[in-house]
C-alpha cells in the first residue's frame, strides 16, 4: 500500500508554466505505474498522463500532447507533470494515481486501473 500527495498546483496565467509533484509514502513505489488525471467542474475526472514503471514509456492526452512531460525519480518516491502552454481549459483539480502492475496499455487511461489516489491538487488558469 502507497499514500500520495500531490503538491505545486496554484493560479497560472495562461501560456505559462507548471509543475506539479506528487510524493508517494509507502514500499516498492518503483513497481508502480503512475498516471495524473484532472477532473474540472462539472466534468467527469479525465486522463492526463502516465509513465510506466522504470519511466521508459510514457501516455499522453490528446489535449496535452506536446504541453506536458511526466516523469519520476525513483529515489524520491516522486512522479512530476509539467505543464507548459497553459490553457484555461486545464483548469481542474490534479491527481496523481499508482496502479498496481501488471497494467496493460489499453487500460491506462481509465481511473478504474488505478488502485491509489492522491487528493488533488487545484489548478487554476486565469488572467
Known amino acids: 500500500q502507497i499514500q500520495l500527495v500531490e503538491s505545486g498546483g496554484g493560479l497560472a496565467q495562461p501560456g505559462g508554466s507548471l509543475r506539479l509533484s506528487c510524493i508517494a509514502s509507502?514500499?516498492?513505489?518503483?513497481?508502480?505505474?503512475m498516471g495524473w488525471f484532472r477532473q474540472a467542474p462539472g466534468k467527469e475526472r479525465e486522463f492526463v498522463a502516465h509513465?510506466?514503471?522504470?519511466?521508459?514509456?510514457?501516455w499522453y492526452a490528446d489535449s496535452v500532447k506536446g504541453r506536458a512531460t511526466i516523469s519520476r525519480d525513483d529515489a524520491k518516491n516522486a512522479v512530476f507533470l509539467r505543464m507548459n502552454g497553459l490553457k484555461t481549459e486545464d483548469t481542474a483539480v490534479y491527481y496523481c494515481?499508482?496502479?498496481?502492475?501488471?497494467?496493460?496499455?489499453?487500460?491506462?487511461?481509465?481511473?478504474?486501473?488505478?488502485?491509489?489516489w492522491g487528493q488533488g491538487t487545484q489548478v487554476t488558469v486565469s488572467s
Open positions: 494515481a499508482a496502479a498496481r502492475p501488471p497494467l496493460l496499455v489499453s487500460l491506462l487511461r481509465s481511473a478504474t486501473s488505478y488502485e491509489y
Open positions: 509507502g514500499r516498492a513505489f518503483n513497481t508502480f505505474g
Open positions: 509513465i510506466n514503471r522504470g519511466g521508459g514509456s510514457t
